[in-house]
């Protein structure tokens, strides 16, 4: 089994940064693809961005170019860097991976407040 621990929610004025931390554990012997999804209150969950191990990455438009995400496969953790925050990125962050054997996990979530 793979487990997810994520961290580095939390509440930002608009215009703020914040990183989130997503640490895999368990049985696994590769991540084909790391990534986010994020949920907002009465709205489908959504990609947001997701690195897979050979190094390609990719972005929902509406993050592009204020979020970035990078692995360390070392240490089986992706990070997503998010800055220039606006009160519609407010959602539950939930982290993704996808193992060497295609095996989908999901994260706890993590609440993301951006006020105005």
């Known amino acids: 089994q793979v487990q997810l621990v994520e961290s580095g929610g939390g509440l930002v004025q608009a215009g703020g940064s914040l990183r989130l931390s997503c640490v895999a554990s368990g049985s696994f012997f590769s991540l084909y693809a790391m990534g986010w999804y994020r949920q907002a209150p009465g709205k489908q969950r959504e990609l947001v961005a997701r690195?897979?191990?050979?190094?390609?990455?990719n972005y929902a438009d509406s993050v592009k170019g204020r979020f970035t995400i990078s692995r360390d496969n070392a240490k089986n953790t992706v990070l997503l860097q998010m800055n220039s925050l606006k009160p519609d990125d407010t959602a539950v962050y939930y982290c993704?991976?996808?193992?060497?054997?295609?095996?989908?996990?999901w994260g706890q979530g993590t609440q993301v407040t951006v006020s105005s």
């Open positions: 690195a897979f191990s050979g190094g390609n990455t």
């Open positions: 993704n991976v996808i193992t060497g054997a295609m095996a989908v996990v």
